[in-house]
């Protein structure tokens, strides 16, 4: 067990299809250069008081909501979940009319002794900032940030799940396919 967690890499976007109420992620994307994610838990905390006190405290789960921050935001990425349209040129094209697609988002932070694998499992991500500067002296390397939402899966209301290197079946898979719930027995 990690004491420390630092680091983010390997992370990976698996695009969500929906048919009826059936969900299926498909086969993980690398999304490479990650510089920094930030999720911020989202749902408020409702109490109700009685006898002078909290008596009954319900907190609500609406996910995570942040940033993700890569040094590009990859053209598969951008036609794959931002709805960016090519042409027959190669020219890429952001529509306004487009509908994003919702993911699961995979990563990992190294720690002390494990490398934990994350998983995100019905992320919506918004357009990247665009942002340069004109090389002086020294060269600026500008990154690209997109605000992301993490919501609650839509067929089992899972929203994160984790896996350490001691659990082999699904660690090794991770970057393979989604790993989903499984029922104990």
């Known amino acids: 067990m990690n004491k420390v967690k630092y680091g983010l890499k390997n992370v990976h976007y698996a695009p969500i299809t929906v048919t009826g109420e059936t969900v299926t992620y498909g086969t993980p994307v690398k999304l490479p250069g990650a ?13 109700f008081y009685a006898d002078d006190t909290a008596y009954f405290v319900a907190n609500a789960n609406n996910g995570y909501e942040g940033t993700l921050e890569v040094a590009l935001v990859p053209d598969s990425f951008k036609k794959d979940i931002l709805g960016y349209k090519e042409d027959a040129n190669g020219v890429l094209f952001e529509d306004a009319n487009a509908t994003t697609k919702d993911f699961a988002l995979l990563f990992e932070f190294n720690g002390d002794k494990n490398a934990v694998r994350h ?7 918004a357009r990247s900032n665009v942002e340069s500067g004109t090389k002086g002296q020294t060269i600026e390397v500008k990154t690209e940030t997109f605000a992301i939402t993490a919501s609650p899966s839509l067929n089992k209301g899972l929203v994160k799940s984790k896996a350490e290197p001691t659990n082999a079946t699904a660690y090794d898979a991770w970057y393979t396919t989604v790993y989903e719930y499984v029922q104990p027995v």
């Open 35 to 47: 510089v920094n994610l930030v999720a911020n838990p989202a749902g408020d905390k409702t109490p």
């Open 119 to 125: 998983a995100f499992y019905n992320v919506n991500a």
